[in-house]
């Protein structure tokens, strides 16, 4: 071995030495905070927007082509009066009820810890679904109020053409802040990844005495979830919270408000199936930021969600319009459109779990249940649900919540469901899975529905429900707001 | 010279515009108006709700004609307005009194 070999050798053993220094004590410094992605920011900015306009204009126009021209204007009004006074709401104490740690309530409601947006800066972050992924705080608190923002605007359908504004002015704030806020946080709030994937690593590298500190530790994180997350309850994006939740609201709301005057003897048909089409369509286009934009960064699962969100939509207008023509002879832009929404309301649970194959299938099923709920059932219980909030809705979000569970399933083409502890995706119990999701389906029914019936109750014996028999008779427009929706 | 008020269906309007220009004459007033004869109306499906509509949409033609055309133009809508088919319309002749033309006032048959 020549001398200049050795000499290399040496060389190259300690620059290996130091390197291996350098990378130890850099391993020794605690790791910087994450930091968010453009990509993921850009898109949840953008996706946050988009459910906006689901709800204005898209359910507006939608709802208001619905109802007779004397009470468009009032539709509208409501719609558009529901999303500015949620917006506030949720920054003054409802993103804290909803998304933050709730003490000893934490199962079923969020704590005040964040009241006012306390703390919460441009640099503040919130994390996604993947452990060391975060988006700006303020982005995910935007994308949370479009949320709640559409889900109470959703239940006005139920009780269009006869409520009163002032008894919705009233209503709104009790029901998001009784119904809404808990039931968000029961089905979505978590500890989130990283605390989930530091306390498995913790626990596993942990022996003797530590192992018991360390499972009690993974114990707490686990136990620091809503309730229906802490089952193990799948929803992608909204299935139980929003449609579930506004589907059997309206129901209570249109049982206790009563029919319209002149219903089933009266010819109801709707003004402009032009503006339910535009408002159909746009609420299409804003679905895929409700349910794209739920995984929460721009990746493969929000790419899953929205191919979801075409096919099983698609599926679903098809079908309706299908079941029509065999039932009634004539396919109507009207079934289509109704169609669409129930698929949309059906993939929403599923979006980020279920296969393409699988969205088709849970499509076509919501297009014919729905379509048989809102014609046959409806009819023949014979209660007025104006514009079948709680046929579509609320029963589309049941297919969607209870095919979850099935879709979900890898077999099927589904997703499975990751565990963070193993950091892979887990065994899936379809049948267990199944259980989980119609808990969570009973749970929502249940606080929606008694929750919904008590607060309509309190405003019917504060301010009334409904306007005299003329004023219904001349219409929402002029008697609530003094001004028509067309003139020419 | 005569007023001849015909309700037709609405898309039967341009075949009897055109021929009635044919037989030179010069105006006509038209309105949409809704009603029903011995057809009856229609039902209509709304999601599970099904409507009878009792007045349906029509056309009314007014025309002023001269006494000489009155037998060629109600021959001219009953021609073009027709299929066989229940609901066509119905076509109303009656007399008429002084017409003026606003510009120049002239009355009558020079009026129109």
Known sequence: MSLGMSRRIATLAVTAFILCLAAASAFAQTPAPPTPNKGDVAWMLTASVLVLLMTIPGLALFYGGLV???????????????????????????????????????????????????????????????????IPEYVYICFQMTFACITPALIVGAMAERI??????????????????????????????????????????????AKAAAQAAMDAVTANAGLAFGWGALDFAGGTVVHINSGI?????????????????????????????????LLWVGWFGFNAGSALEAGG???????????????AALAW????????????????????VAGLVAVTPAAGFAGPMGAIVLGIVAGFVCMFFCSAIKNALGYDDALDVFGVHCIGGIIGALGTGILAAPILGGSGVFDYTTGKVGDYDMLAQFITQAKAVCLTLIWSGVGSFILFSIVKMVVG?????????EGL????HGERAYNY | MKLVTAIIKPFKLEEVRSALTDLGLQGMTVTEVKGYGRQKGHT?????????????????????????????????????ARTGQIGYGKIFVSPLEPAVRVRTGETDDSAI
Not at chain 1, 173 to 188: C, G, N, Q, R, S
Not at chain 1, 465 to 472: A, F, H, K, N
């Open chain 1, 68 to 134: 007779r021209t004397k009470n468009m204007l009032s539709m509208l009004m409501q719609v558009f009066f529901v999303v500015c006074l949620v917006c506030i709401i949720w920054v003054l104490y409802g993103y804290s009820l909803a998304f933050s740690e709730g003490g000893s309530l934490n199962a079923y409601v969020g704590g005040l810890s964040k009241a006012f947006l306390a703390g919460v800066t441009p640099e503040s972050t919130a994390e996604t679904f993947t452990d060391g992924v975060v």
């Open chain 1, 164 to 209: 009163k504004f002032s008894a919705l002015v009233l209503f709104i704030p009790l029901w998001v802040t009784f119904v809404y806020f808990p039931i968000a946080h029961m089905v979505w709030y978590w500890a989130g990844p990283a605390a989930t994937v530091g306390a498995a690593k913790t626990l596993a590298a942990a022996t003797g005495d």
């Open chain 1, 249 to 281: 609201a309206g129901l209570m709301g249109a049982l206790l408000v009563g029919r319209r005057v002149g219903y089933g003897k009266e010819a109801m048909p709707p003004h402009s199936l032009t503006m339910t089409l535009i408002g159909a369509a």
């Open chain 1, 301 to 315: 699962t929000a790419a899953l969600a929205m191919i979801n969100t075409f096919v099983a939509t698609a599926a």
């Open chain 1, 321 to 340: 319009m299908l079941a029509e023509k065999v039932a009634k002879g004539k396919p109507s832009l009207l079934g289509g459109a109704s169609g669409a």
């Open chain 1, 465 to 473: 429900l409904r306007p005299g028999t003329d004023q219904e008779r």
């Open chain 1, 477 to 480: 427009d002029l008697v609530d």
């Open chain 2, 44 to 80: 209509e499906i709304y999601r599970g709700a099904e409507y009878a509509v009792s007045f349906l949409p029509k056309i009314k033609i007014e025309v002023v004609v001269p006494e000489g055309t009155v037998d060629k133009a109600v021959e001219a809508i009953v021609r073009t």
